[in-house]
C-alpha cells in the first residue's frame, strides 16, 4: 500500500490491493476475472509527489474534519479542466491496455 494517503483514511478506504490480491480475492469467490487493468496514472503521480513533499510518515488526521487531498488546494479553473482531460485518457488509455502502471485497478468480473 505505497500509494496510501491521509486522504484514503479521510475517504474512509480500508486498503488498496495489488494485481494478484485482487485476482486471490475474486478467484477465492468463485468469480473470473475479465479485464483487470491499472487505472490512475496521474493520481498516482501526484501522490508519489505528495509522499515526497510532505513524508511518508503518516499523520494522526480526524476524518470528520480534515479535507481529502484533491480538496485541501483550490483550483483554478484552468487546471481543473486539464485534470479532466488527463484522467478521461488515462481511463481511456487503460481500457485499450496501454498503460503498465496505475494509482488503482479496474476490473471487469463474471460470476
Known amino acids: 500500500m505505497y500509494l496510501w494517503t491521509d ?3 479521510i475517504l474512509l478506504h480500508k486498503r488498496r ?3 494478484s490480491e485482487l485476482s486471490e480475492l475474486v478467484t477465492k469467490a468463485d468469480m473470473c476475472i475479465v479485464k483487470l487493468k491499472p487505472y490512475g496514472v496521474v493520481p498516482g503521480i501526484l501522490v508519489i509527489l505528495y509522499k515526497i513533499i510532505m513524508g511518508t510518515k503518516s499523520k494522526s488526521i480526524d476524518s470528520k474534519t480534515e479535507l481529502p487531498l484533491g480538496s485541501r488546494f ?4 484552468i487546471v481543473d479542466s486539464i485534470f ?3 484522467f478521461s485518457m488515462d481511463l481511456w488509455l487503460s481500457s485499450k491496455g496501454l498503460i ?4 488503482s485497478w479496474w ?3 463474471e460470476h
Open 100 to 103: 503498465v502502471w496505475g494509482h
Open 7 to 9: 486522504s484514503d483514511r
Open 17 to 19: 490491493y495489488s494485481k
Open 74 to 77: 483550490k483550483m483554478p479553473k
Open 84 to 86: 479532466k482531460i488527463l
Open 107 to 109: 476490473a471487469c468480473i
